[in-house]
């Protein structure tokens, strides 16, 4: 099968544990029969959910997908703190919890919503100096990375229990709604911190990347059945703003034209429509004109 035979779009996929986003990429190319798919917002090995694959001509769709804000349930355990602030590491330091209450919780979560400054996890793909912190960390340097600017719009207390009768710790299932570039890691490590007995992340589930939600994602088992694309028309609709355009205008696009004097929403790319509902290209404004970002229909 070759690129143009393949159907280009999006598909969702939810994730399963231990696997890497590279893994779940390498099994969307088997089962598309193309090389030609991609990756949209990393997972972690250990988090389960949303993946978004683009696939043939739509992975020239990843790079202006507008999946800056997303969705979690995650569960943080109270009272151990490991090397890497999940449950993939080791346990570094252990304090009991003593009797923490849900209104303790509740409250000790309130600074670290909104707009804060996260140090991101060292344990992590952010690069020092050109190589990646989490090689350092386990070539045994001590990293220590600059905090970054971050959104958390949701981080709410969903549950407390004590786990298999141990009460030496405290499980705490949440709901984090949060900004792309956002560590959940380090949310359970500087919970954990400001509670005076360490934290680290014990499970983690995306439930939502931008538009795209877990009622629209498909396990590998069930796209191994039946491979199931959102086509790039409707995938274009659901990841941007659209604007249908004329005749005369579309000839414009598929040569890469400027489009006079059309208004566009917003300032990010703004999928144009031909007016028989065919996808053409992502537009941006500029000025009083629409200026061409990628086009897809062809000359």
């Not at 231990?18 to 893994?23: E, K, V």
Request: charged share 25%; net charge negative.
């Amino acid at each position: 099968m070759t690129i143009d035979e393949v159907t280009p779009g999006l598909v969702v996929v939810d994730k399963p544990g231990g696997w890497t986003s590279h893994d779940v990429v390498a099994r969307g190319r088997r089962l598309a029969g193309t090389r030609k798919v991609g990756h949209a917002g990393t997972l972690d090995p250990m988090a389960t959910g949303v993946l978004v694959l683009a696939v043939g001509r739509a992975t020239r769709l990843l790079g202006h997908l507008q999946l800056t804000d997303k969705e979690y349930l995650a569960t943080i355990r109270l009272g151990e703190s490991t090397v890497t602030d999940d449950a993939e590491g080791d346990v570094v330091e252990r304090t009991p919890v003593g009797a923490f209450s849900r209104t303790d919780v509740e409250a000790a979560v309130i600074p670290l919503t909104g707009d804060i400054a996260q140090v991101p996890s060292s344990v992590s793909a952010i690069k020092v100096d050109g190589k990646r912190s989490y090689a350092r960390v386990r070539s045994g340097e001590q990293v220590e990375l600059a905090a970054r600017p971050v959104t958390v719009s949701a981080f709410d207390v969903l549950d407390v229990r004590t786990p298999f009768d141990n009460e030496t710790v405290l499980d705490v299932d949440v709901r984090v709604a949060c900004s792309s570039g956002t560590y959940v890691r380090a949310l359970a490590r500087d919970l954990g911190a400001s509670l005076g007995v360490g934290g680290h992340l014990t499970a983690l589930r995306r439930t939502r990347v931008g538009p795209f939600t877990l009622e629209a994602a498909h396990t590998l088992d069930a796209l191994a059945q039946e491979w199931r694309v959102l086509g790039i028309d409707d995938a274009a609709r659901t990841a941007f703003p659209a604007i249908g355009i004329d005749a005369e205008r579309a000839t414009a696009v598929g040569f890469g034209r400027r489009l006079p004097g059309l208004a566009l929403p917003g300032d990010g790319p703004v999928a144009v429509f031909a007016p028989d509902g065919r996808f053409l290209a992502l537009y941006r404004r500029d000025g009083q004109d629409a200026a061409p970002i990628a086009v897809f229909a062809p000359a």
